[in-house]
């Protein structure tokens, strides 16, 4: 059965240069593999704004090993949230397996 990717519903990163308007317009997002926090390896500061504007991210890659929504670095999650956690750009949907 083939996956959806899940979509990044809302991200309250605003000095990201995919964010508008708490929107992610990457094209698919990586999260990272640090322990007990998940980090938006796609983050980058800037003040210009990229991405495609018509269109709301989904989660391409997930890292972290240890979070009950991966399955073969796949997100499972039918949607996450994106936010600051601990001064990083975090996935907030992530549940520790």
Not at 35 to 57: E, L, R
Request: with cysteine; glycine share 8%.
């Amino acid at each position: 059965m083939p996956m959806k990717m899940p979509k990044v519903m809302d991200c309250s990163v605003s000095d990201c240069a995919y964010n508008a308007e708490k929107a992610c317009h990457a094209m698919a997002i990586t999260i990272g593999d640090n322990p007990n926090q998940p980090v938006c390896d796609t983050f980058f500061k800037s003040s210009a704004h990229g991405g495609v504007k018509d269109m709301t991210a989904g989660v391409g890659a997930c890292k972290t090993a240890d979070c009950s929504f991966n399955k073969d670095f796949e997100c499972t999650a039918s949607n996450i949230h994106v936010g600051m956690k601990g001064g990083e750009p975090d996935c907030l949907t992530y549940k520790q397996s």
